[in-house]
Nanobody
Framework: QVQLVESGGGLVQPGGSLRLSCAAS????????GGWYRQAPGIQRELVAT???????NYVDSVKGRFTISRDNAKNMVYLQMNSLRPEDTAVYYC??????????WGQGTQVSVSS
């Protein structure tokens, strides 16, 4: 059974940093593309960052230069380092691993709140 478990969310002041972690099990992690998505109340879930199986990364414009996605294939982990956090980054953040339209898995989400 495939499981994705996020951790690392919390409350942080504007300008602060958080590191989200996603632990995966039950699949051949290294062949999956990884991604982080977020959803704020009343807003559609949006893509934040992706990392291919080969390590290529992409970011939504609003987080470029502030967030870094990475992966550790030996540990079956995907990370999202978030720096210079802003109130508009407040959302539930979800980890995703995708191989194709069928093998597409999500974590349960972790809350990130940016407020003074």
């Amino acid at each position: 059974q495939v499981q994705l478990v996020e951790s690392g969310g919390g409350l942080v002041q504007p300008g602060g940093s958080l590191r989200l972690s996603c632990a995966a099990s039950g699949l051949v992690f290294s062949i999956y593309a990884g991604g982080w998505y977020r959803q704020a109340p009343g807003i559609q879930r949006e893509l934040v960052a992706t990392i291919s199986s080969g390590g290529s990364t992409n970011y939504v414009d609003s987080v470029k230069g502030r967030f870094t996605i990475s992966r550790d294939n030996a540990k079956n982990m995907v990370y999202l380092q978030m720096n210079s956090l802003r109130p508009e980054d407040t959302a539930v953040y979800y980890c995703n691993l995708k191989l194709n339209f069928v093998q597409d898995y999500w974590g349960q989400g972790t809350q990130v709140s940016v407020s003074s």
